[in-house]
């Protein structure tokens, strides 16, 4: 079993900047593909970025890329992703996925482990 926490979400303006982590209580066995996605109140939880950890590969959505960035660091078994100029529509509860397959995967069900979330709210 893959425990994935969340942190660093919060209220922020928009233009401005957040970042979010997820840490993994297991090694990158089970860790091989690291996702985020997020879910605004009435919508379907959607793909936002994505890194396979062997070698750093990284996708994006088309709504986030060029303002998010996905990245990790291998000695704290941590996912980052660092948002910029947030927008109003990036508000949502945003959630860490995890998943033991090497590949990059866009779809929830594409993962097997899922973090508790994270609240991101953007006023405008």
């Known amino acids: 079993q893959v425990l994935l926490v969340e942190s660093g979400g919060g209220l922020v303006q928009a233009g401005g900047s957040l970042r979010l982590s997820c840490a993994a209580s297991?090694?990158?066995?089970?860790?091989?593909?690291m996702g985020w996605f997020r879910q605004a109140p009435g919508k379907e939880r959607e793909f936002i970025a994505v890194?396979?950890?062997?070698?750093?590969?990284?996708a994006y959505a088309d709504s986030v890329k060029g303002r998010f960035t996905i990245s990790k660091d291998n000695a704290k078994n941590t996912v980052y992703l660092q948002m910029t100029s947030l927008k109003s529509e990036d508000t949502a509860v945003y959630y860490c996925?995890?998943?033991?397959?090497?590949?990059?995967?866009?779809?929830?069900?594409?993962?097997?482990?899922w973090g508790q979330g994270t609240q991101v709210t953007v006023s405008s």
């Open positions: 890194i396979i950890w062997i070698d750093g590969s990284t």
């Open positions: 297991t090694g990158t066995f089970s860790t091989s593909t």
């Open positions: 996925a995890a998943d033991r397959r090497v590949g990059i995967r866009r779809t929830v069900a594409g993962y097997e482990y």
